[in-house]
């Protein structure tokens, strides 16, 4: 059995998948890579077969109808023979502490195994402005596995994305999410909603994931955030409902799903509020209503006994006010 199965979604990617690729090569036979070609218009499906055929016991290819990225990661985790499961998108790359990397995940197995292996991601911009690190060692013990109550408070800029971690394959099967098709930003939900099964943790304090941000229709490019709000709202949607709050025992972790829901909410209503529509304003209320429909307590909580009560405000007034906190967390973070 292999160490670690990286799942890689591609569509259209001729022009940069290699890159992404080679960084993973390293790994050598404690690696799988499963090139999952997503319904490719372009070159992508015979690069990959091109890398199958060089690596035979590395690389699988598997060409599907085009489903979306999250599709993509269902097809990697039916595939994956690894012990653990990471999902690398095909215009980034990993760090040359990927080796590291792998003894620290092979120490770990051997120790009986974590839920959840966590490292630091790093933006890399297209223009070179506003690169940096999202560090987790303010909130996660370093060098040894641990459990929820061990970990502290996050930052408001800190979250457990789909490049920070690398879950247990068998967690996630056992929790049998099912990331939907043609859904932009449901890496989100990917990642909350196998929360559920963590216990045990370890996290490596290393720029091991780079996010590549700059990308002429890349989904995180802010006209594109805007346009497909939508999805935004499905994705939020989605993590609020795959776990009750309630039924959360660990306080550590219930304050962590809290911090990670507060910051979701946030986007969906900042990407709808900014497109300073009638439509889009109903499309966020439709939302809350699902959402409390399923919760009507913890709906309530976040929208109106947080600061997201600030940027619910109606009117050109509350429009004017979500402009600015967007225009101030982006020279704070430049996620986009």
Not at 85 to 99: A, G, I, M, N, Y
Not at 289 to 303: L, V
Request: charged fraction near 25%; hydrophobic fraction near 35%.
């Amino acid at each position: 059995m292999k160490l670690l199965t990286v799942t890689i979604p591609c569509y259209n990617s001729q022009d940069y998948m290699e890159k992404c690729i080679d960084s993973i090569l390293p790994g050598g036979d404690r690696v799988e890579i499963i090139i999952i070609d997503d319904g490719s218009k372009d070159n992508t499906g015979a690069i990959a077969d091109k890398y199958a055929a060089r690596y035979p016991d590395i690389i699988r290819v598997v060409h599907q109808p085009n489903g979306g990225h999250g599709e993509g990661i269902n097809q990697g985790l039916r595939h994956a023979t690894g012990k653990y499961f990471k999902t690398v998108d095909s215009d980034d790359w990993l760090s040359e502490d990927f080796p590291r990397f792998l003894d620290l995940l092979e120490d770990c197995d051997r120790k009986g195994g974590v839920d959840l292996f966590v490292t630091n991601y790093h933006y890399d911009h297209a223009d070179g402005k506003g690169d940096r690190s999202i560090n987790f060692s303010n909130a996660l013990p370093e060098g040894r596995i641990f459990l929820w109550h061990e970990t502290r408070p996050f930052f408001v800029d800190q979250i457990l994305m789909i490049h920070s971690c690398t879950f247990r394959t068998e967690m996630l099967r056992q929790n049998g999410l099912e990331m939907p098709k043609h859904t932009f930003y449901e890496d989100n939900y990917m990642v909350y909603g196998n929360l559920k099964g963590v216990t045990r943790m370890y996290y490596m304090n290393a720029d091991l994931y780079r996010y590549f941000i700059g990308r002429e229709g890349q989904s995180v490019q802010e006209d594109v955030m805007k346009r497909r709000y939508t999805h935004q709202l499905t994705a939020t949607e989605l993590c609020f409902r795959a776990i009750r709050l309630d039924e959360v025992r660990e306080k550590r972790k219930l304050a962590y799903l809290k911090h990670e829901l507060f910051i979701m909410f946030g986007i969906s209503i900042l990407y709808a509020r900014l497109n300073r529509t009638q439509e889009a304003d109903a499309n966020l209320e439709a939302m809350w209503d699902r959402c409390r429909a399923f919760d009507a307590k913890w709906t309530d909580y976040f929208r109106y006994r947080t600061l997201l009560r600030f940027v619910c405000v109606p009117g050109k007034g509350g429009s004017a006010f979500v402009e600015f906190i967007y225009r101030f967390a982006h020279l704070v973070v430049r996620f986009n």
